[in-house]
T-cell receptor, first 113, second 113 residues
């Protein structure tokens, strides 16, 4: 069955380290999104992509970057992890713009010490 | 900044009762209003969605009521069951183009048996 996966599911890192969170989907969806979930804030959009080589900044993009070299993957990189980036991160994907349903991965819980 | 405000933050309902969660939005250009359901340790999943050309949409025990003039929409869960205990997020976006979802803060719903 087609799915969207994230790895790792849990990660503990130290302040200042570079961290990359993986997201892989097998639906062949063009659109992919990264969100962070924090209590009291809901889900906030970090970066998104509408296709290979396309990336765009979301609401809370500072300190994060993404790259899209193929349809299936959108890795999220924290260039220099900060304690404020401790959060649960969700990747999502959707079909072309006429289909709005986003399918979410299981999430990655990141702790920055 | 485009915002979606959701209330209450938490809600406790007895089994068989009606659960009501409310959301208000600011951007009158929004034309797609989904509700997502999230169980602990899982990613959010689309529950039900509405376009502003209708005032109500019902799917089983779940109903969205939409008030365009007040810029408000709500989720009603009839005959609430313990299995409905989850966190619920409202969201809003544009159908065409950006497809970026703006989420509310979330409501933790507990259904007491």
């Amino acid at each position: 069955d087609a799915e969207i996966t994230q790895s790792p599911r849990h990660k503990i890192t130290e302040t200042g380290r570079q961290v990359t969170l993986a997201c892989h989907q097998t639906w062949n969806h063009n659109n992919m999104f990264w969100y962070r979930q924090d209590l009291g804030h809901g889900l906030r959009l970090i970066h998104y992509s509408y296709g290979v080589q396309d990336t765009n900044k979301g609401e809370v993009s500072d300190g994060y970057s993404v790259s899209r070299s193929n349809t299936e993957d959108l890795p999220l990189t924290l260039e220099s992890a900060a304690s404020s980036q401790t959060s649960v991160y969700f990747c999502a994907s959707s079909r072309d713009p006429s289909y709005n349903e986003q399918f979410f991965g299981p999430g990655t819980r990141l702790t920055v010490l | 900044q485009q915002q979606v405000k959701q209330s209450p933050q938490s809600l406790i309902v007895q089994k068989g009762g009606i659960s009501i969660i409310n959301c208000a939005y600011e951007n009158t250009a929004f034309d797609y209003f989904p509700w997502y359901q999230q169980f602990p340790g899982k990613g959010p999943a689309l529950l039900i969605a509405i376009r502003p050309d209708v005032s109500e949409k019902k799917e089983g025990r779940f109903t969205i009521s939409f008030n365009k003039s007040a810029k408000q929409f709500s989720l009603h869960i009839m005959d609430s069951q313990p299995g409905d205990s989850a966190t619920y997020f409202c969201a809003a976006s544009l159908i065409q183009g950006a497809q970026k979802l703006v989420f509310g803060q979330g409501t933790r719903l507990t259904i007491n048996p």
